[in-house]
């Protein structure tokens, strides 16, 4: 039977976070299916079905998938999954909201966050903070996933799906899109860029971000913070790397003013090259890092961008 | 109206985990235990609603070992009323756990259960989810800031793209996230107090659920290691070594 990804959009564009959730699916249970629930998304069908190694898309156009409500979403997948006997979602604030709930309905346990698919039943996924990694096997039955995104290749833009429109199911009615306060930015988003620029409680202040910022407009990069620097209240809670915030796993990662606390080193420990800019020499985040340097970084950011467009960038 | 607060007992978030050496599982003999951080912060905004007025009574749950009720006594300082200790030694896997709450809230009829969006140990994100699926009721997770009316609650969420509010009706379950708000320090007097309030104990037996675990752990196993590097002396030579690697 089929595999069932549950597409990341915002209604417009197909996110990264699709792609890679179609990879660790195709590993599992073939054909993939996608099912893209949405309001006025048919784009996102469009893009979706042009992905590797997806069969079908699906498309469940209806105002009360907007947002993703968890409640509504809980239903829709419901419906859809007698026809499946795996169900993955990339694990967003998303699909962390409404996947349990399905798992719980199907009376299964969800198996968060996998990082790696050792055979069809059998999967890697993080504990305690990403100090451990453990192997777990899924009992008989239907399998309710989510998927560590940055662990996965995208498949590549190669298929020809159809689309099949499937019926709503039904908004319970028990909860409402109210509304959001999203950052606006140019840069690409953190859990997809290819270099990611990140200050900690060293920046001081939310205005010296704007050092940052230079040099990431610079390199296409996307900036970031640490749970010290979002709790100090310095930029929004959507900057965090970490943990309890995001995981990246870019080709590069600049770690600014950054100590290197567990809970940091979990959300950006799997990128390809990672720089370090501390004034303590002691600080952890260079027990890891690729390229350490010892400086002020009121110094050192400065003389960065103009290094950066000395050579053109 | 009742609030419902679920914690949980887990490794101390400030030790450092060993993965033992025949990869059984994580070392946890000897090592100092505490209430799950986001517990901490449930326990803190069910006390804040009951010192505002809006709740009744708070009620303080653990599914745990005999330990697990010093879990609750630590809940019971911070302003919790009474406990339910639901005594297991074995490893309670989350659905097992939506599974006792679920029968726990239909007895005591609470108007909210606020949870920790998820416990530092098995890094699920499930439980609170699961409870909200299992008794039929709405959920506000990740939850930044709450507000209580009438027959509903406003919650705005800690989403990926920023901040997103949502209304639900109650009875709910809420999930918190880290700025919801700062959990006090429980003060000598009330650590004292806490030692006279009650804690019920209970079995999983008792609510009819089987806690066996599902999932099968087959090992736990270190993750890669990184290395430190070089040192560089200088920005040009940082940016340097950048372009060398081939990263910018």
């Not at chain 1, 968890?70 to 967003?92: G, H, R, V």
């Not at chain 1, 799997?270 to 720089?275: C, Y």
């Amino acid at each position: 039977m089929a595999s069932l990804v549950i597409a990341e959009h915002d209604n417009k564009n197909l996110k990264d976070a699709t792609a890679k959730t179609v990879s660790a699916a195709a590993q599992i249970s073939t054909p993939v299916h996608v099912l893209v629930a949405g309001s006025g998304c048919a784009s996102v069908a469009e893009a979706a079905s042009k992905l590797g190694g997806v069969e079908k898309v699906l498309l469940a156009d209806d105002p009360a998938y907007a947002k993703m409500v968890a409640e509504p979403m809980e239903k829709l997948i419901l419906s859809l999954a007698p026809n499946c006997d795996a169900i993955l979602a990339p694990a967003t604030t998303n699909g962390k909201n409404y996947m349990p709930r399905v798992a719980a309905k199907l009376d299964v346990p969800q198996i968060s966050e996998i990082l790696k698919v050792v055979g069809p039943d059998t999967f890697e996924r993080p504990i305690y903070a990403g100090n451990a990694i453990a192997t777990v096997q899924a009992p008989a039955g239907k399998k309710v996933i989510t998927v560590r995104t940055t662990a996965f290749k995208a498949a590549e833009a190669a298929g020809s799906a159809s689309i099949e429109k499937v019926s709503a199911a039904g908004d319970p009615g028990i909860s409402k899109f109210v509304g959001e306060e999203l950052s606006k930015s140019e840069r690409p988003e953190l859990t997809s860029a290819k270099i990611v620029i990140s200050g900690g409680r060293g920046m001081q202040s939310g205005e010296n971000f704007h050092l940052l910022d230079k040099i990431a407009d610079k390199l296409h990069a996307a900036v970031g913070a640490s749970r010290a620097a979002v709790d100090a209240g310095f930029v929004p809670n959507d900057y965090q790397v970490g943990q309890t915030g995001k995981v990246v796993a870019p080709e590069l990662y600049i770690a600014v003013g950054i100590s290197g606390a567990i809970q940091h080193l979990a959300g950006m420990k799997d990128s390809k090259v990672i720089a370090a800019i501390n004034k303590d020499e002691e600080a952890p985040i260079f027990q890891i890092a690729d390229f350490g340097l010892v400086a002020d970084l009121f110094k050192a950011l400065p003389e960065m961008e103009a290094e950066l467009t000395k050579l053109g960038y | 109206m009742k609030v419902l607060v679920p914690v949980k007992r887990v490794i101390d978030y400030n030790v450092k985990v060993r993965v033992k050496a025949d990869q059984s599982g994580v070392d946890l003999a000897n090592v100092k235990m505490s209430m799950n951080p986001f517990d901490e912060i449930s326990v803190e905004e069910a006390v804040r609603l009951k010192e505002k007025g809006k709740a009744s009574e708070v009620v303080a749950v653990s599914i745990g070992p005999q330990q697990a009720s010093e879990t609750i006594r630590t809940a019971l300082a911070m302003g919790a009323d009474r406990g339910i200790l639901v005594k297991t030694d074995a490893e309670v896997e989350p659905l097992a756990v939506a599974k006792i709450l679920k029968a726990i809230c239909e007895a005591e009829q609470p108007g909210l259960v606020i949870l920790g969006k998820q416990a530092i140990d098995d890094d699920s994100n499930q439980t609170g989810q699961m409870l909200a699926a299992l008794l039929g009721w709405p959920q506000g997770t990740f939850a930044h800031k709450l507000e209580l009316a009438d027959g509903k609650a406003d919650v705005e969420r800690e989403i990926d793209g920023g901040l997103q509010t949502v209304e639900i009706k109650t009875p709910a379950i809420i999930t918190t996230d880290l700025r919801l708000n700062e959990p006090r320090y429980a003060s000598l007097p009330n650590i004292m107090k806490a030692k006279k309030k009650p804690i019920d104990e209970k079995t999983p037996a008792d609510y009819g659920v089987d806690v066996t675990p599902r999932l099968k752990t087959l090992k736990v196993s270190e993750p890669p290691k990184r290395t430190a590097g070089i040192k560089v002396k200088t920005t040009a030579e940082l940016v340097d070594k950048l372009k060398e690697v081939g990263a910018i």
